[in-house]
């Protein structure tokens, strides 16, 4: 009885459900599905398929534009990890004290500041900042985009590390003091580990996030320097190559495993 | 042996405030070495906080904290050589039960294999060699809280905090612990201060009891004072079952007081300090003090007649109408029930209590 009564509200029995459901799958996979599977295409051509190979694969790390996708990658690398790691280590002394700070004056007013830069068209954020560079006459280079990227990188790897810290009772922390941990002991040994969970995740989103940033890169990079989307894009504009569709293949790999490490990080929930 | 009369906590005009709300007013009390002591009361009495400024968690607003005759209250919380059992234990999650029980003791400078070899045997007193190994999510409420127990006894503290640490637990295991946590405290010396708002766990365990409330003390004494003498109605009301009747002092004589409970009944009742003659107070009967007749008993008796019976497995509870006056509850135990007499609903019979049963009360 009581199955078939809450079957009745369950939204599955909706009239098109499972037809709008595999719209919305159709349209958020389908491009990538149809990149991915034509990467693997012997032919020139982007579109008539003559059968699997890895022509484009190979293509990618010994053909005439390997020189370039490789540097760029290196760079995307560097700067990713680097942004990625400054931004987490800001990120999570931001967030110890929002949370653990206590009741402040204009705390409301410091989440904000924190997440603004989510919800600024990132076109704005990008000019904002070649202005600023050119204002204190940086030289822009790889230290414009990673500085950039460590900027625009925080909210993102905020919001994982404040969500998780809010989760863990302060009690702990007193727990530990009580039992002669001095605040720094308290910090490394205790908090910190509980915290860890929230920190991978926010550093790789923000890793992902640095890794295929587009407009910011495209303006603060000096002459001469591309990370690796800017690289595509610049191939792009002399014409699609299937060799395009081979490396974004390989970061859409990267991406679904970083995200794979983050969604396991986060169920090794190591306070329960 | 240190003596008797040695001070372990003498909280001295202690006040706590958050911006206007006052949350302990001008507290002093002195908890002695060796004690069990407990602070009962509601819950928002200002037990918790009183306790939490003894561990360092809460500074104090004014008035000073004193351990063994050292000043305290401006020592961070790892400067003080006490420890507290939290209510939701706060075991480390990601230790395991052995690493939780050294944390104090390694933090305190021992090393890695001395404090592990303390912990040890402090979970050998706490009956939980077996799960050293484990994480605290895979004990059970009870077996945490032993942990908890253990970690805050590890490192040898003079004093001993527990906030609510039995709350959590069910009927049965709240009993049993509550025996066991008396037990070691007799064993280890150490001074326990114990906050809960059951005053039956207070009474069961507790050397002395401070009855708190609103942020002020009540009362301060052995179990047996405050359930048999307690100071004013609040401390009667909220320890154990009492019949709280509001009455008139008609007469003051021999240190007896004549006390008019309305419908022409009257009590007499030993004089208290702070009542004159025409005064309205309020007077404290326990149930259990009373007892049934068909016939005038020695002592005081008032006429009325049994309105209902209300079995409660070990007790009787007898509800009494007094004509035009208060209604009485008399406990009747059924261990009793061969010299006490219990009387169908509707009979009319005789309330007694021995002289001094009924207690008069300040404010």
């Given amino acids: 009885m009581a199955t078939a009564k809450s079957a009745k509200f369950d939204i599955k029995s909706y009239t098109g459900f499972k037809a709008i459901t595999m719209l919305c799958l159709f349209v958020l996979y389908a491009p990538l599905v149809v990149v991915t599977i034509y990467s693997f295409n012997s032919s020139v051509s982007l579109t008539n398929w003559e059968g699997v190979s890895f022509r484009w694969y190979v293509d990618v790390f010994t053909g005439p534009e390997s020189g370039k996708f490789k540097a760029a990658a290196l760079n995307s690398l560097i700067i990713a990890i680097s942004a990625a790691t400054m931004a987490t280590a800001i990120a999570t002394l931001a967030a110890t004290g929002m949370v653990r700070g206590g009741k402040f004056k204009l705390r409301a007013v410091s989440f904000g500041l924190i997440s603004l830069p989510l919800m600024v068209p990132e076109i704005v954020t990008a000019v904002a900042t070649l202005i600023f560079f050119n204002a204190i006459s940086f030289e822009r280079g790889i230290m414009t985009i990673l500085l950039a990227h460590t900027a625009f990188c925080i909210p993102f790897a905020y919001l994982p590390i404040s969500a998780r810290m809010q989760g863990i009772e302060d009690s702990y922390e007193q727990a530990a003091m009580d039992l002669y941990a001095n605040k720094r002991q308290a910090f490394t040994k205790i908090l910190m580990p509980l915290m860890m969970p929230g920190i991978i995740s926010g550093f790789i989103l923000a890793f992902i996030v640095s890794l295929d940033d587009f407009i910011i890169t495209n303006f603060v990079k000096g002459a001469g320097v591309e990370t690796l989307p800017t690289a595509i894009f610049g191939s792009v504009k002399q014409g699609i190559k299937p060799n395009i569709m081979a490396i974004s293949t390989m970061l859409l790999g990267v991406s679904i495993l970083m995200v794979t490490i983050s969604y396991f990080v986060s169920k090794a929930d190591n306070t329960k | ?363």
Avoid at chain 2, 30 to 52: H, M, Q, V
Avoid at chain 2, 191 to 203: G, K, P, S, Y
Wanted: hydrophobic content about 40%.
């Fill in chain 2, 1 to 363: 042996m240190s003596s008797k009369e040695q001070i372990a906590i003498d909280v001295r005009d202690a006040v706590k405030r958050y911006g206007d709300f006052t949350a302990l007013k001008t507290i002093s009390l002195s908890i002695k070495d060796n004690e069990f002591f407990t602070l009962l009361g509601p819950s928002g009495c200002g037990k918790t906080t009183l306790l939490r400024m003894i561990a360092g968690f809460e500074d104090v607003t004014e008035g000073a904290i004193f351990l063994y005759g050292d000043e305290i209250e401006n020592l961070p919380p790892n400067k003080r050589p006490v420890n507290t059992v939290f209510q939701n234990y706060a075991l480390f999650p990601h230790m395991t039960i052995l690493d939780n029980v050294a944390f104090g003791l390694e933090m305190r400078g021992a090393g890695k294999s001395e404090a592990r070899k303390k912990a040890g045997e402090m979970l050998e007193l706490v009956q939980l060699t077996q799960f050293s190994t484990r994480k605290p999510s895979q004990l059970s409420g009870g077996q945490q809280q032993r942990v908890a127990l253990a970690r805050a006894l590890a490192p040898q503290p003079k004093v001993l905090l527990l906030d609510e640490p039995l709350s959590a637990l069910d009927l049965k295991l709240r009993k049993a612990m509550q025996l066991e946590l008396k037990h070691l405290q007799r064993e280890t010396g150490i001074t326990f201060i114990f906050v809960t708002h059951d005053q039956e766990e207070a009474l069961t365990m507790s050397d002395r009891i401070a009855v708190m409330s609103a942020g002020e003390l009540q009362q301060l004494g052995a179990p047996t004072d405050i359930y048999e003498r307690p100071h004013n109605m609040f401390v009667a009301d909220f320890i154990g079952e009492t019949n709280l009747l509001e009455v008139s002092v008609d007469n003051i004589e021999n240190g007896r007081a004549i006390c008019h409970l309305g419908g022409g009944h009257e009590l007499t009742c030993n004089e208290v300090e702070g009542v004159g003659v025409g005064s309205k107070v309020h007077l404290s009967i326990r149930p259990e003090r009373l007892f049934m007749s068909d016939t005038p008993a020695e002592g005081e008796s008032l006429k009325g007649s049994v309105k209902e019976n209300i079995f409660v497995g070990t007790d009787i509870t007898t509800i009494v109408d007094l004509q035009d006056g208060p209604d009485f509850v008399v406990r009747t135990s059924n261990s009793d029930r061969g010299n006490k007499r219990i009387f169908e609903p509707g009979t009319e019979m005789f309330v007694n209590m021995e002289l001094g049963a009924a207690r008069l009360l300040v404010d």
